[in-house]
């Protein structure tokens, strides 16, 4: 396997602000289309930098075999690139296969102060499922997931509520590179660091939303539950996309997490 290739963007705030935030996608989404807004909402203080999972967004496609720790090795090695000899606060937010790379990095923080883990945990759904879901992508095309993670990916009545949003994102998934999208389910297929939950030693926050059909609620808590000091926040108005869902509310949980890390 060779480390993936992935694009790193600047989606709010001004270069060399005193806080920086990496912010991590989903599967099937852009890092724009779902952190912009929540992005935007944390003001002045952070700069915020999104990076986007091959073949989505803004990475270019692969055909090439990835983990989730070659991922976060890639995110690791450029924050530190991007810190220089600064002494600026680096947090990590990740969502879902992002929150898998939270993880990673919280195994081998680096220059990461605190790292949030927002609908993700130490292990996400079952090997056999992202194999089948590989198999039809690599079939049929990302636009045969949009159905269905229309379902998972948003509270009852988002769609109605904020028919833009959740367009932008399900556009999103349907411009999305089957064989990237493929190679990200398998990627999924292997991860698995519950042995290793006991390693972590950075500040750790485990996000979940309420209607988290994907990482519920209860999952997310046991994977914080077996991490010494992580902390447990639920989103009540969310599914499996908080940044996009509450943007303002995941923004006011990351300067909490800041904020406590800053005084603990």
């Given at each position: 396997?060779?480390?993936?290739?992935?694009?790193?963007?600047?989606?709010?705030?001004?270069?060399?602000?005193?806080?920086?935030?990496?912010?991590g996608?989903?599967?099937?989404?852009?890092?724009?289309?779902?952190?912009?807004?929540?992005?935007?909402?944390?003001g002045?203080?952070?700069?915020?930098?999104?990076?986007?999972l091959?073949?989505?967004?803004?990475?270019?496609p692969?055909t090439?075999?990835?983990?989730?720790?070659?991922?976060?090795?890639?995110v690791?090695?450029t924050?530190?690139?991007?810190?220089g000899?600064?002494?600026r606060?680096?947090?990590?937010?990740?969502?879902?296969?992002?929150?898998a790379?939270?993880?990673?990095?919280?195994?081998?923080?680096?220059?990461?102060?605190?790292?949030?883990?927002?609908?993700?945990?130490?292990?996400?759904?079952?090997?056999?499922?992202?194999?089948?879901?590989?198999?039809?992508?690599?079939?049929a095309?990302t636009?045969?997931?949009?159905?269905?993670?229309?379902?998972r990916?948003?509270?009852?009545?988002?769609?109605?509520?904020?028919?833009?949003?959740?367009?932008?994102?399900?556009?999103s998934?349907?411009?999305?590179?089957?064989?990237?999208?493929a190679?990200a389910?398998?990627?999924?297929?292997?991860?698995?660091?519950?042995?290793?939950?006991?390693?972590?030693?950075?500040?750790?926050?485990?996000?979940?939303?309420?209607?988290?059909?994907?990482?519920?609620?209860?999952?997310?808590?046991?994977t914080?539950a077996?991490?010494?000091?992580?902390?447990?926040?639920v989103m009540?108005?969310?599914?499996h996309?908080?940044?996009?869902?509450d943007?303002?509310?995941?923004?006011?949980?990351?300067?909490?997490?800041v904020?406590?890390?800053?005084h603990?």
């Open positions: 396997m060779a480390e993936p290739q992935l694009a790193f963007t600047r989606l709010a705030g001004k270069a060399g602000a005193s806080h920086l935030l990496i912010a996608p989903s599967l099937g989404t852009s890092v724009e289309a779902l952190w912009g807004a929540a992005a935007s909402a944390l002045g203080r952070f700069e915020v930098i999104g990076w986007d091959p073949g989505h967004g803004r990475s270019a692969t090439v075999p990835f983990t989730v720790g070659e991922l976060a090795s890639v690791r090695r924050t530190t690139a991007l810190m000899d600064s002494r606060h680096v947090s990590y937010a990740g969502v879902s296969l992002g929150g790379v939270a993880l990673e990095l919280a195994l081998e923080p680096a220059v990461f102060a605190d790292i949030a883990c927002i609908a993700g945990a130490a292990r996400i759904g079952e090997p056999a499922g992202w194999h089948e879901r590989a198999a039809l992508v690599r079939q095309g636009p045969v997931m949009v159905s269905g993670s229309a379902q990916w948003f509270a009852p009545g988002f769609v109605e509520r904020d028919p833009a949003t959740a367009n932008l994102l399900l556009l998934l349907s411009d999305a590179d089957a064989e990237s999208y190679l389910c398998e990627a999924l297929a292997t991860f698995d660091v519950r042995p290793r939950l006991g390693e972590v030693a950075v500040p750790l926050l485990l996000v979940a939303g309420a209607y988290d059909r994907v990482v519920t609620p209860t999952l997310a808590e046991a914080g077996a991490t010494a000091g992580a902390s447990f926040r009540t108005g969310c599914a996309l908080p940044p996009a869902e943007p303002a509310g995941t923004a006011a949980v990351i300067r909490e997490m904020k406590e890390d800053a603990g």
